[in-house]
Each structure stands twice: as C-alpha cells, then as structure tokens.
C-alpha cells in the first residue's frame, strides 16, 4: 500500500507542483500551443479537455519535456526548467536537471508503452533500479507491492504483449506509481481500450485520485472528469479557453464553446 | 604408397586431420573476429546514416556505397597491399631498409570486417527505425539518461530486429574467410589446397572442407536462431 501523500497546508493554497506560464509550441507553421497558463497544485486533480487537435497532448508533453516549447516558462516541483535559445524556439540547456525532474513526474500514455522485451515486474522495476540506482531486492517488494496496487500482482512474470489493453494500462500505471511520483501524468489513458475494459482502469485512477495524489489528466471520458476532477481545463485551439469546477463547468452557462463540446461528446456516445 | 581415403583425413601419422582441424579453428577465428569489427563498424555507419547532420550521414552512405560495390577479394587485395606499402613507407622513413607486410591475418580479418561492417550497418540501421518511438519515449519519461536508455531499451530491442538479417551476415563472413587464402592465410581452404596437392586427392580434401563449412554454418546457425527466439519469446505485437 502506497502512504497518502501529505495533505495540503492548512492555511493558504497548497503549494504548486508544476507552473506553466505563456506555453507556447509551433511546429513549422502549424501553431499548436498559443500562451497556456497553468498552475497545478499538491493534491489537485486537473482534467484536460478539448477537441481533437486543441494541443492538449503537446500541452502535456511539455510538462515532463517530452516536447520542448517554443516559448514560456515552465516550473517544475519548485524548479525552474532551464532552457536555453535555439533557432526561434528554445532547447533544454541541462538533461541532468531535467532527467532528474522527469523520475518524479510519471507519465502514462495512450498506449500503454510497456517495454515489450521485459515482463512485467520488470517493467515496474526498471526505473527504480536503473534511474533511481536503488536495490533490486527492497525495489522488487514495492514493485510487487505498486502491481497488487492496481491487481495486477497474479501477471508478474507475463509480457506485455500477453495482456489486454486495460491490463497492459494498469501495469503502466504501477511502473509510473513505483517512482513515488510527485505528479502523475495521463494523456488519453483509456482512448485505445476497448470499451469493455475502459472501466477497470479508470477504477485505478479514481482510487489514486482518492489518495489525494496530484494528477493531470487528458481525457474524453466526461463522466469521468466530472466526477473525480477538482478542476477542468478546456483547451481550444491552443488556449485555455475555460476553466473552473467541475461542478461550475458542467452546470452549463459557463463558456458556450464548453457547452458545445460536451454536448457534442453526449451525443456521441 | 596410397593410404586410405579415411586414412589421409584422419588424425593418424600420415592424416591431415589434425592441420585441417587447426585450421578450421583459424577460419572460425577469423569469421569471428571479422563479425566482431563488422559489429563495431556496423554500430557506428548506423550512427553516423542516423544522424541529423547531413555530413556524417553522407559519411556513412559513402562507407557503405563502396564497400558493399566492391568485389571482396579486391578489397583484400587492397587492403594487402595498400597496407604493406603504407607500413614499408613508415619503415624507412624511421630508417629500417627493406621490405614489410603486415599479418595476413590481422590484413584479411580487418579487409572482412569492413565490408562486413557495411552490410550491418544497413541491418542496424533499418533495425533501429522499426523501434517503437513509445518505448524510447517511456524510458524518457521515467528519467532515464542517454546510456540507460541505450543499453536498457533501444540495443536489446534494435538486436531482436536484427538478429535474422545477422545470421545472414555471420554465414556469409565465414564463407569469405576463405578469400584470406589468397592472402597466405593457412586457413581451411588454404590447407586442404596443400594437402590436395601432396596427396593429389582433390576431391577429397576439397569435399572434406565442404563438409567442414557446412558443419559450422549450421551449429552456429542453430545457436543463432536459438538467441533469435529466447529473445521474441516475447513477441506478438
Ligand atoms: N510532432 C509533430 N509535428 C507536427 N505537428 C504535430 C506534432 N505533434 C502534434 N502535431 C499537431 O499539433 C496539433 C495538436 O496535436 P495534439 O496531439 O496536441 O492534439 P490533442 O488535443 O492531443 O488531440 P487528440 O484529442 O486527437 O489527441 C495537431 O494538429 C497535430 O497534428
Ligand atoms: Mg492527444
């Protein structure tokens, strides 16, 4: 079992895991991302939404450098994350601070990602051992430990590509989780599960949120991010165009565009 | 005096099986360490046609253009004699007359491994490109540095793809170690020659050796394929 993680401070607002300010990223011509701000507190649990292409993918890919902005400031666990010019965009000026930052910032993908050449326990005991340096055998309890987490524990020694999707998912959901991660990343987690099994792992991720983990989450799940969110961002076109309580977002009335898309996404499905 | 057929390739006085042993041993030693530099080269061509930098790619191209336009035995050649010209050169100039050549050995095994070295470097390379852009990307993710990425992730999955295309190439360098014969490398083909002369049994020593090639191209072929499958035994995606 995972130690909750620290309450906010009683007084004032919890203090903030990853500042985002004037986000901008260009791919040639095409504008992706066009000033985003964002300010992500200990304990929050910020769903992203917006319609296909609104940037909300690259948005998070910037958080944890996968993708390097064109412009803006980005803060990360109180650390300013140093770039340096290049062309008319920016690169990372020091790997070191940012590997370091990254193995405490998890990510999960859309895709899962597991190595296919490790099982896995392996899977789960990569990072600890060979980013963190730490001992295979106390890495290898809270290896076993992060899979019972997620029910994973029984496929220990299967590969990857012996799973289900949602199995697959909730075993990256354990890698991520074994780094004991100040923030958790998830960029469209259930969007390549089939229907059936989107369930089981949206179950992980509310019972993390319930932790008062810190979580950002790109999703289309809306019932989803209506329920377990504490705040919503809406991206469109590269700008966050919305935001605020769940609560406040989904009553309607709010921002037309917001209602527009959600009721476009009700109407699907 | 005419020995026995059996006789002549055994390990008996009058056998050649103990010379045509040796130097089987001399071939595989050889296919061995050609494979090996071919395996060094091969990374680094893969490195520099990779690159972003558009010298180092055309680099890598020009490498693998000529030595795999070259006829082999011309690049043994070459490599025999441009060498023991360039070595007599320096000889003299530090002032020691006469004639030098290098080890025909170390001549042949490096002539083999380049050109070796170029056809892996095409393995490895297209390898490399069928590696999922999600598993590097995973790997960055959780904080991983270059060399942790490169030998946790990418070489052992750029290997699983290119483990059939170097079986391949392994067999093909062992046939070649024969072209060191012409080099007066006393290797298997070099000594069944002589024996084949000496007793004037052609055929037999030249079938013998044959046989011999086929003996080691098929076990460390069934090696090969053995680490080909413990390492897709994962496979299915
Ligand atoms: N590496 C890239 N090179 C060029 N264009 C890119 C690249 N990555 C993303 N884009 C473009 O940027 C835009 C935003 O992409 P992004 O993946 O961030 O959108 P998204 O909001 O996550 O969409 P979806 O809901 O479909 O995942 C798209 O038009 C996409 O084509
Ligand atoms: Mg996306």
Known sequence: ??????????????????????????????????????????????????????????????????EVPTSGDLTVLGERVRFRPKGDGLRIADHGQVNRL??????????????????????????????????????????????????????????????????QQRVAIARAIVMQPRVL??????????????GEVLKVMHDLAAEGRTMLIVTHEMAFARDVSSRIVFLEQGRVRAQGTPQALFRGGMDERFDQFVSHFMRQG | MKASSLALVGFGVDGWGRLLLMAAGLTLAAALCSFAIGAMLGTAGAVLKLSSVATLRWIGTFYTTV???????????????????ALT????????????????????????????????????????????????????ACGMGRVVLLWRIIAP?????????????????????????????????????????????????????????????????????????HLSRYRGR
């Open chain 2, 67 to 85: 030595f795999r336009g070259i006829p082999e035995i011309l690049v043994v050649y070459l490599f025999y004699f441009g060498g023991s010209l």
């Open chain 1, 102 to 167: 990254r193995s405490q910032v998890g990510m999960v993908f859309q895709n899962f990602c597991l190595w296919s050449h490790r099982t896995v326990l392996q899977n789960v005991m990569e990072a600890p051992i060979h980013v963190q340096g730490r001992n295979r055998h106390e890495v290898r309890d809270e290896a076993e430990a992060a899979l019972a987490r997620v029910g994973m524990a029984d496929r220990a020694g299967y590969y990857p590509s012996q799973l289900s999707g949602g199995q």
């Open chain 2, 89 to 140: 050169h320096l000889m003299h100039l530090a002032g020691f007359p006469g004639f030098f050549s290098l080890p025909s050995f170390v001549i042949g095994v490096l002539a083999i491994g380049l050109v070796s070295g170029a056809y892996q470097t095409e393995t490895y390379r297209s390898a490399y490109l069928r590696l999922e852009r999600g598993q590097v990307e995973a790997g960055l």
């Open chain 1, 1 to 66: 079992m995972q130690p909750a993680q620290s309450p906010p401070m009683p007084s004032g607002p919890a203090p903030s895991v990853i500042t985002a300010q004037k986000l901008t990223k260009r791919y040639g011509a095409l504008e992706v991302l066009r000033g985003v701000d964002l300010e992500a507190h200990e304990g929050e649990v910020i769903s992203i939404l917006g319609a296909s292409g609104s940037g909300k993918s690259t948005f998070l890919r910037c958080l944890n450098l996968l």
């Open chain 2, 157 to 229: 999955q750029t290997l699983r793809f290119a483990l059939p295309a170097l079986g391949n190439i392994w067999q093909s360098v062992l046939k070649e170690t024969a072209l060191l014969s012409i080099i007066g490398l006393v290797e298997l083909l070099r000594q069944s020659t002589i024996a084949a002369g000496a007793t004037r049994q052609p055929l037999l020593f030249y079938g013998t050796a044959a046989c011999v090639y086929l003996v080691m191209g098929q076990v460390t072929g069934i090696g090969i394929r053995s680490v080909e499958r």
């Open chain 1, 185 to 198: 990343l998830f960029d469209e987690p259930t969007s390549a599960l089939d229907p059936e099994l989107v």
